[in-house]
């Protein structure tokens, strides 16, 4: 799954065991990969990125063979944000662990029961940095992260009653002020997305507006099978009801570092226990705050 380093030879009092997993491995659900454009860092302690941005560019002209092709005048910028450390820590006794060390030696020779542990821990891990990140994305509200609750400037779009046509003026809006619908995605609570799932054609209808099989669980690459007139659909526990967010994933820039996956036994060792911490960066940032749509349905 991931790079394994030992800490048996590591200089020092504590020395735990790594394993280095990609991000996208870690938290392959999280929304910061639906409506985001991730930028490639390596490093984790980065506190600060920079991202290099396109706000306009040109659009392609008519040539005539033989002159000279005219130089587009495309605007550059640099868009800085934060990233800060997400964690978690876990310790658990080595009797629980089945008596096996990280490094293989065996005290009872339950090497089985450790390695279950371990897989249903790292499991448990990646969903509690999963939600983490989730929240952060939407409900921050600090000088190093705004979530896109709390981020100013937004576009405003008011609800229609019964039906989902605000999705469409969104969809509308967003595109004149420059952005593609195929780098749009909509989010939302899983209430809401089920009150919109549940909208009939005509009063006393059971026809649905919306296909009710759809599948909403983002993926790393951003696919969903859900989708409102070709605009992928993802569900957030964490917006409020009646809320959603339509956003374009060339408007908002993300970096998320490879998380560090640590396995002591020295820093508990009077408690006969191991600690076992996760711990990776996250960080976003937007260029244009009225490229995101704060949509109200009803």
């Not at 526990?237 to 908002?252: E, Q």
Request: hydrophobic share 40%; net charge negative.
């Amino acid at each position: 799954m991931g790079i394994i380093v030992s800490g048996e030879n590591k200089p020092g009092v504590y020395q735990p065991d790594t394993e280095i997993i990609p991000p996208e491995v870690t938290i392959p659900h999280a929304l910061i990969y639906h409506i985001t454009t991730p930028v490639e860092v390596e490093t984790t302690d980065w506190t600060t990125v920079r991202a290099a941005i396109q706000p306009h560019m040109d659009e392609a002209t008519w040539v005539d063979e033989g002159t000279k092709i005219p130089e587009a005048n495309t605007e550059l910028a640099e868009l800085t944000f934060h990233t800060r450390k997400i964690a978690m820590l876990q310790t658990v006794s080595n009797e629980m662990m089945g008596g096996m060390t990280a490094n293989g030696v065996g005290i009872n020779g339950n090497g089985k029961q450790r390695e279950r542990l371990i897989q249903d821990l790292l499991g448990r891990f990646m969903i509690g940095l999963t939600q983490k990140a989730d929240k952060a994305l939407i409900t921050d509200n600090d000088k190093r992260s705004k979530g896109l609750a709390n981020i100013d400037g937004k576009t405003e779009v008011e609800a229609t009653p019964g039906n989902y046509d605000s999705i469409i003026d969104a969809v509308a809006e967003l595109e004149s002020l420059g952005a593609y619908k195929p780098d749009m995605r909509l989010t939302m609570s899983p209430k809401t997305w089920a009150t919109m799932l549940k909208m009939k054609r005509a009063p006393g209808s059971a026809e649905t507006l919306i296909n009710p099989t759809a599948y909403t669980i983002p993926t790393a690459g951003g696919q969903t099978q859900a989708n409102i007139h070709g605009v992928p659909v993802a569900t957030s526990r964490f917006i409020p009801d009646g809320k959603a967010y339509l956003t374009d994933v060339r408007n908002v820039f993300s970096a998320v570092t490879p998380a560090a996956i640590e396995e002591s036994t020295q820093e508990a060792f009077s408690l006969d226990a191991v600690r076992l911490r996760a711990k990776m960066r996250i960080g976003w940032g937007v260029a244009d705050p009225k490229r995101i749509a704060e949509i109200t349905i009803n």
